[in-house]
């Protein structure tokens, strides 16, 4: 049942997903009004965090049943789940329950990726707040409201703005300390703000639970490291690889044997891959800070360990690339203008380039984003097989989303083999009494995999 506004977009960037999501080929496959409604579904569901919550188990470090066993203990000691079963299934999956709250009269505002955060299990922390009562001390009891449109002034006392209700909390710090900044602009305290004993959706904070033995990811994060298929003794290249989940996933998957090139250019991002990788045991990782689209060596042979490598490097290459990130969920809100959302298709291509000429013939290559338009998805595919002739599709194991959408030119047979995770299609739909692992692979993030082979 929906209880918050669909997600909250630029009049031209629903326009340009709407002409997307009701193009030619859909409107005549399945009729205008069918894809309509499917499009209406899909801005309200954004808004919504997914019905369960995704845990990766280290199994390269402890059997499934034992890390299940020791999860549950643990969960139950933080006095969470306290009379729901916990399931294991094929994944670590935790229902995330919608449960009425009422609402209290003092009222803590804070920004929408706070208040994203907080329907996936987070607490409020300081830096996320930016509007509180006027005499707010800690311990007083509040109701949390994200500010869905980024008006709320900084230290506010109220706010009438557009704003939806996230759940209740004790506030942890005073007003002031919240409020207070140092020379730099920034808040003095970046701890807890604000503890959430009442959220809207109940789901399970993994803040400090049994690190290195799990990892929260999202499925379809998840299901990309089993579509590559990693061996034990290969070389393999992830080229957008912050924070470093699925670089991490490739390692355990090929048992820590072989090894693991992680890329980005961003060097904080690298220090947490390296510390992910640390968390988790995996020795078989190198992480560089590097432009991944100048990875390919075009002089002569590159002598030094790290980037750039010659052509043919790697056995298999992760492009999980930069993308308009329209699929994550929950999103109750996006500011972003169709010139940035429509931005990435270019990045994207130089990265392929890149991807393809450092890839082994005989090799595979998984392309990935967490987003649902189609000029960043099948129509990448389309284009991809028509400037690299050395590629071809195929098929994903496992296979639990969805084909590709119609509306890129692509055949019904390339379709198929294609992935998309289109939390659109279950949602509202999904009967509570189908199977679990059922329902989890369904009502997902928005994501999209593709799987080449290079001949």
Known sequence: MSVFPRISLKPEVTEYLRSAFLNKEVSAAGGLQEAECRFQKLLACLS???????????????????????????????????????????????????????????????????????????????????GSPKYMKAGDPVSVFSDLEGRCTRGATGFQGNKVFVGNGVAQMDRSAIFATDTMGLPDDLGVGVRMVDPLYQSPSFDGVLPGMVFLQNLPSVVVGHVLGPRPGERILDMCAAPGGKTCHIAALMGDKGEVVALDRIRNKIDHIRQNAQMLSLQSIKAYCFNSTQAVSDGPTHQAEGPPFPPESFDRVLLDAPCSG??????????????????????QRKLFHAAVRLLKKGGVLVYSTCTITLAENEEQVAWALGAFPCLTLQPQEPHIGAEGMLGAGLSPEQLRVLQRFSPELSWDQIETTAPLACRADRDTIGFFIAKFLKT
């Open 48 to 130: 919504h965090p997914p019905s369960y919550t995704c845990v990766r188990a280290s199994t390269h470090l402890a059997p499934l049943e034992d890390i299940g066993l020791r999860l549950t203990e643990e969960l139950r000691k933080k006095r969470m789940y306290e009379t729901t079963k916990i399931h294991i299934v094929r994944l670590r999956v935790f229902p995330c329950v919608l449960r009425p709250v009422e609402r209290l009269s003092s009222e803590v505002v804070v920004g929408a990726q706070c208040g994203s955060a907080v329907l996936r299990g987070a607490h409020v922390f300081a830096p996320g707040i930016v």
């Open 326 to 347: 329209l699929g994550q969920r929950p999103n109750m809100a996006c500011t972003w203008s169709l010139k940035e959302v429509s931005s990435y298709q270019p990045l």
